[in-house]
Nanobody, 114 residues
Framework: VQLQASGGGLVQAGGSLRLSCVAS????????MEWYRQAPGKQRELVAS???????TYRDSVKGRFTMSRDNAKRTVYLQMYSLEPEDTGVYLC?????????WGQGTQVTVSS
């Protein structure tokens, strides 16, 4: 049972990345899924979430630049990131919200150079 995140990397400011988070051994069909990020020396913060019916929410600083989506058949959620800024740098983690068994994935590093 795990969430596997991938797609991070080093990009210049203004660039794009697409993160993926694949669930194995567990369904995400009825779960809200979330992306968090954590920068060095800072608290973990919620970046985006998507409910089981596809409703998305974003933190203000990424609205209009990030898009979260899901493919339940593939047990995968995505975070498409455009117009990246140095402030977006951090480890991005996916999270499966569940009443009885929340699940964190390992992170994928995103580094945006100025």
């Amino acid at each position: 049972v795990q969430l596997q995140a991938s797609g991070g990397g080093l990009v210049q400011a203004g660039g794009s990345l697409r993160l993926s988070c694949v669930a194995s051994g567990v369904s995400i069909l009825f779960n809200t899924m979330e992306w968090y990020r954590q920068a060095p020396g800072k608290q973990r913060e919620l970046v985006a979430s998507i409910t089981s019916d596809g409703t998305t929410t974003y933190r203000d600083s990424v609205k209009g630049r990030f898009t979260m989506s899901r493919d339940n058949a593939k047990r995968t959620v995505y975070l498409q990131m455009y117009s990246l800024e140095p402030e977006d740098t951090g480890v991005y983690l996916c999270y499966r919200r569940d009443r009885t068994s929340d699940l964190w994935g390992q992170g994928t590093q995103v580094t945006v150079s100025s």
